[in-house]
């Protein structure tokens, strides 16, 4: 039975240990942008990563680039973060979309 009360954010950290346990280098990647003010009231913003970038980024054994993009039960893609799987994907890296750890060992066990 699929938990439906999961986060996002409780998927991305059990992915994150799975992927360490299974010592494939990996960490999570925000995208978009930090607004805020500084200790003298100065507003600034600061960019993070590009539009559409997966969640989780890492290194697969061999070096190939891994993408893995989290969503919770029922979430869908936005039309940059397909893109960017495509991207990844075309280039000879491996990019998918997952919503639990088996999503992961599946798509790691393809060739």
Do not use: C
């Not at 891994?66 to 979430?75: H, S, T």
């Amino acid at each position: 039975m699929i938990n439906t009360n999961i986060t996002e954010a409780q998927i991305v950290k059990a992915i994150l240990d799975y992927l360490a346990y299974t010592k494939i280098f990996s960490w999570r990647i925000n995208s978009g942008m930090i607004f805020g003010t500084n200790a003298k009231g100065v507003s600034y913003a600061h960019k993070l990563a590009p539009k559409g970038t997966s969640d989780i980024i890492g290194i697969l054994p061999g070096g190939q680039f891994l993408a893995i993009e989290v969503k919770k039960p029922g979430g869908v893609l936005s039309e940059s973060q397909k893109e960017f799987l495509d991207k990844v994907n075309a280039l000879g890296g491996r990019a998918f979309v997952a919503y639990s750890i088996d999503d992961v060992q599946k798509e790691l066990k393809r060739k």
